[in-house]
């Protein structure tokens, strides 16, 4: 459900040391005990991080930019739009599409833990796992994204969605003014991972 909202650790700060040491603890234990694969755990992280990475959820957002239609579409399912473009499977099972308006802007948390649309936007980055991140986004959401260099007008409305394991959530950002007549491949690049999670805006031509 989105809740409505009108030591300061950094946004992008990562994860405390003591996490990263007990996950690489629990990892050389399973290796040790025969039950993980190093190789294939290097080849799922690489995958997310460099083969999927945001880059999906960078030509959903361009799409729904260029055509009206398919935002509409993909704001009424965006499950389905995504599976028909193949960006589907664990971690995006149920997916989403809120857009950001000039009344109303849309920034995604996982309070619980760190529920994230992999398929669609590849490994969470540190911060968004991070309790700091996970507290303040729901309790001061203006002040979070201040952090990030966000200023958002007075009449703007910030509305925080709180992702869970049965539902996670892609920001649709507003499209930068100047972009007219651009194909998807170039509004791509204007796409930012932190823009469809809230924590951004989209990139603005030069």
Same mark, same amino acid.
């Given at each position: 459900m989105p809740h409505d909202h009108h030591d300061h650790?950094? @946004?992008? !700060? +990562?994860?405390?040391?003591?996490?990263a040491l007990r996950v690489k603890a629990l990892e050389t234990l399973l290796t040790?005990?025969?039950?993980?694969? @190093?190789? !294939? +755990?290097?080849?799922i992280i690489d995958t997310y991080a460099h083969k999927i990475g945001p880059q999906n959820g960078a030509r959903v957002v361009a799409m729904a930019w260029a055509d009206d239609n398919f935002r509409r579409r993909l704001?009424?399912?965006?499950?389905g739009v995504c599976a028909e473009l193949g960006f589907y499977g664990r971690q995006g099972e149920h997916v989403v599409a809120v857009e950001n308006t000039d009344?109303?802007?849309?920034?995604?948390?996982?309070?619980?833990?760190s529920c994230y649309p992999w398929?669609?936007?590849?490994?969470?980055?540190?911060?968004y796992k991070s309790d700091a991140y996970r507290a303040r986004a729901v309790r001061e959401p203006r002040a979070v994204l201040a952090d990030f260099g966000m200023e958002l007008t007075e009449g703007q409305a910030v509305r925080v969605w709180d992702s869970t394991a049965e539902i996670r959530y892609l920001v649709l950002p507003q499209r930068p003014e100047g972009t007219e007549g651009w194909d998807v491949d170039r509004l791509m690049t204007c796409v930012t991972r932190d823009s469809m999670i809230g924590t951004g805006l989209a990139r603005v031509p030069a």
């Open positions: 650790d950094h @946004p992008h !700060a +990562l994860l405390p040391p003591d996490p040790a005990k025969g039950l993980i694969d @190093p190789a !294939a +755990l290097d080849e704001l009424a399912d965006a499950t009344e109303v802007h849309n920034i995604v948390v996982c309070t619980l833990c398929p669609l936007l590849g490994m969470p980055p540190g911060w």
